[in-house]
T-cell receptor
Framework: GESVGLHLPTLSVQEGDNSIINCAYS??????FIWYKQESGKGPQFIID?????DKRQGQRVTVLLNKTVKHLSLQIAATQPGDSAVYFCAENRGTGFQKLVFGTGTRLLVSP | DAGVTQSPTHLIKTRGQQVTLRCSPK?????VSWYQQALGQGPQFIFQ???????QRGNFPDRFSGHQFPNYSSELNVNALLLGDSALYLC?????????????FGQGTRLTVV
């Protein structure tokens, strides 16, 4: 079926720690992946994306790793801050020639000071 | 530069009624996608509009319909509302340059059906 699953529903970390959020996807043909952050009452906010011809991509304090062999995606957040507290979604593109994103249920990241 | 804007922000409707939600895409974007997000779930793709046509549809009944205007703005219409239609409706805009293009989301419209 169309689903992108996440391993942990809630992740609690201390401020300053590094956070790792994991995601499993089911469609081996998916070729584009995005991580979104969603704060309460707001729409999803783009964090970082990665194409299937890449294994790793880095942004500001964030790194996305893609392992196509086991269909696994992870988001690493360095030096996690209280402002990083939100629900994080991975999304895979299931469209052919257009973008149709399939989201998982999300992981809630709680950062305590 | 305004991002994606949606209206209204909140809406309460009665079962059986019809509702229209509106979306203005980010400046420079020509493609609008609509998603439904139930509480505690990830967004689910409803459909996408480009060049005023529905390009692809997710697993939603015909009660869900849409429209795109020449200025790229879009409407989502839902007829014969059910309690299960209560959700956050999200609009995402992007440029029609293929699959690997960043989609920007609006704040959403919270629809409650009573």
């Amino acid at each position: 079926g169309e689903s992108v699953g996440l391993h942990l529903p809630t992740l609690s970390v201390q401020e300053g720690d590094n956070s790792i959020i994991n995601c499993a996807y089911s469609n081996s043909a998916s070729d584009y992946f995005i991580w979104y952050k969603q704060e309460s009452g707001k729409g999803p906010q783009f964090i970082i994306d990665i194409r299937s011809n890449m294994d790793k991509r880095q942004g500001q304090r964030v790194t996305v790793l893609l392992n196509k062999t086991v269909k696994h995606l992870s988001l690493q957040i360095a030096a996690t801050q209280p402002g990083d507290s939100a629900v994080y979604f991975c999304a895979e593109n299931r469209g052919t020639g257009f973008q149709k994103l399939v989201f998982g249920t999300g992981t809630r990241l709680l950062v305590s000071p | 530069d305004a991002g994606v804007t949606q209206s209204p922000t909140h809406l309460i409707k009665t079962r059986g009624q019809q509702v229209t939600l509106r979306c203005s895409p980010k400046s420079g974007h020509d493609t609008v996608s609509w998603y439904q997000q139930a509480l505690g779930q990830g967004p689910q793709f409803i459909f996408q509009y480009y060049e005023e046509e529905e390009r692809q549809r997710g697993n939603f009944p015909d009660r869900f319909s849409g429209h795109q205007f020449p200025n790229y703005s879009s409407e989502l219409n839902v007829n014969a509302l059910l309690l299960g239609d209560s959700a956050l409706y999200l609009c995402a805009s992007s440029s029609w340059t293929g699959i690997d293009t960043e989609a920007f989301f609006g704040q959403g419209t919270r629809l409650t059906v009573v």
